[in-house]
Structure formats: structure tokens, C-alpha cells
């Protein structure tokens, strides 16, 4: 660590062409691009980083100028400092901020699917007062979540639950392994727990929760591609119980649709791409996100 700023784990994917850094979801690593960089090498220079408190790259206070001043760094010390970002889900948040932040050198920003769980108003048709506490009981879900805890055999089940998503998704097991790898550390008192830890988490929701995410879109002045998920769900019949949540994520979708054309409609700097996949993109459809943004970086 250097001041507020932290040298993040990196995997340079090498590559010749303009430079790519690719950012990661809250609670995933730069295994999730594994897929995916392969496809970009031909054309770009390409890098990933775990953000901080996530993966190999150590915890630090959570903040989005920490945040982006680690990633600020990593482009320095690669000689890189004009590297187009490339995130999904809070990645994508990120890759938007660092662009508003760097405007002189950074060409645009790719979001892939990085529009947080949206405003009451976005899902169409629905009570708002159902979709706030909707809203109120994913916030809950999420906070629970952070730091999990992992028992003796704890190991063992997370990774029967990643065997179980390759098999609803798609998305080969050696992909979801190796990003459950590298998001499980051993505390200081022995037990295991997936990074984030809770404070980092919590801080981290907090801070992301804070955007106005359509307020930064349109103060782009670089061009800007937002991907969005075709699918929200995996096709096949559907846990029980989840009738409730389908029909708040397909209002959702619906809602967020409308407003990204009526977005690129009215910003010309702006390109809307659907990608063939549920949130899980980067995972599910390598090729698809790869052809995504080889197009936009073109």
C-alpha cells in the first residue's frame, strides 16, 4: 500500500493493440475474465486486476477515489495510463467513474451490466411500495452474504454449488472453481471466508448504492457502451418459490430497457448492446461480451 492507494493483484493477459483493463463484480475476481481476454489479445493489450479486498489483492478502507486511484495506479506503472475500462456489474460502475475521472486520456468506458438493482420506478407495472421493500429485502440478502463463513466441509459445498450454476448456466466448472479459489482466504483465527469481508462489503454496497448511475451515463462525453443482460433468469424450470423474484427482475428488465433506448436515443456517444446471457455474461458468453466490445473499442 502506498498512502490511500493498493498494488493490486494482476494478470496480464499480453496482447498487442490499444490497452484494455478489465474490472470484475463485487464479490468475483479477474478469474471471471479468463473466457473472455483470450478473445481480446489479438486486437488489444489486455489486463485484469482483483479490486481491493478481493481475490489475491489485499483489503484496504473501501472507497470509490481509493478504488479508483488503486486502478489509476496499476495503469501508471504498466505505462498504460490510457487504457479503455472494461467492467461488468460494479466493474462496470467503475470503468464509467475512472472515465469521468481521466477525461484527457481515458478513450470511453464499457459497462456490462453494471446498473445496480435500479429505482422503484424501473420496474414497470409494479407496486412501488412492493418494489421497495423488494428492494429492501435484496439489500438485506447481500449484506448477509458478505464475509460468508465457511465450515469444516464448507469448502467442499461452495464448490458443489458452483458444480450445480455450471450445470444450470453452461459456464464450464473450471471457470467457477477457480474464481472460488481465489476468493477464499484463511483469517488470522483459522476459519475461512470469502472476500469481500463483511466491513469491506458493507462499505462497499454503501458507496455503490450512493451512484446515480443514469446521472454519470449521461455526463459522458467519451463514448460509452452499456451491455445488458437478454436474460434474467437460466431457461429450464424454475426454483421453487421464485415466481416472486422472476416477476420483480422482469419488471426490472423491461423498465431498464426503456430507459437505455431512450439513453442512446438521446446521446449519440452512447451504444446499448444485448448480450445473449443472464447477469453471469463475462462467464456464460465469453464470446458474445468479446465481440461486444471489439466492436465498440473499434
Excluded at 167 to 191: F, N, T
Aim: charged share 20%; aromatic share 4%.
Amino acid at each position: 500500500m502506498t498512502g490511500d492507494r493498493i498494488a493490486l493483484a494482476v494478470h496480464d493477459h499480453g496482447g498487442d493493440g490499444p490497452p484494455l483493463l478489465l474490472l470484475h463484480g463485487a464479490g468475483r475476481t479477474l478469474a471471471d475474465w479468463a473466457a473472455v481476454a483470450p478473445l481480446l489479445t489479438a486486437r488489444h493489450r489486455v489486463l485484469a486486476v482483483d479490486l481491493r479486498g478481493h481475490g489475491l489483492s489485499p483489503s484496504g478502507p473501501w472507497s470509490l477515489p481509493a478504488v479508483l486511484g488503486d486502478l489509476e495506479e496499476i495503469l501508471a506503472e504498466h505505462g498504460i495510463p490510457g487504457a479503455l475500462p472494461v467492467g461488468h456489474s460494479l466493474g462496470g460502475m467503475l470503468a464509467v467513474l475512472y472515465a469521468l475521472e481521466h477525461p484527457d486520456v481515458t478513450p470511453g468506458a464499457v459497462n456490462l451490466d453494471g446498473f445496480g438493482w435500479g429505482r422503484p420506478d424501473q420496474y414497470l407495472g409494479l407496486d412501488p411500495d412492493l418494489v421497495v421493500q423488494h428492494l429492501a429485502e435484496v439489500r438485506q440478502l447481500s449484506a448477509m452474504s458478505l464475509g460468508r463463513e465457511l465450515s469444516a466441509d464448507g469448502l467442499k459445498e461452495l464448490l458443489a454449488e458452483q458444480r450445480a450454476i455450471s450445470d444450470q448456466l453452461g459456464i464450464p466448472y473450471e471457470l467457477l472453481e477457480a474464481g472460488v479459489v481465489r476468493s477464499v482466504r484463511e483469517r488470522d483465527d483459522g476459519v475461512l471466508e470469502l472476500r469481500p469481508g463483511c466491513k469491506d462489503g458493507l462499505r462497499m454496497l454503501a458507496e455503490t448504492e450512493s451512484l446515480d448511475l443514469f446521472a454519470l451515463f449521461r455526463r459522458m462525453t467519451a463514448p460509452l457502451l452499456l451491455g445488458r443482460a437478454l436474460r434474467t433468469r437460466p431457461s429450464g424450470p424454475s426454483a421453487p418459490g421464485s415466481d416472486r423474484f422472476a416477476a420483480m427482475t422482469g419488471a426490472y428488465a423491461e423498465g431498464l430497457a426503456r430507459e437505455l433506448a431512450a439513453l442512446a436515443e438521446e446521446r449519440p456517444g452512447v451504444t446499448v448492446a444485448e448480450i445473449d446471457a443472464t447477469h453471469a455474461m463475462p462467464l456464460e458468453n465469453p464470446r458474445a461480451v468479446a465481440d461486444a466490445v471489439l466492436a465498440f473499442a473499434s
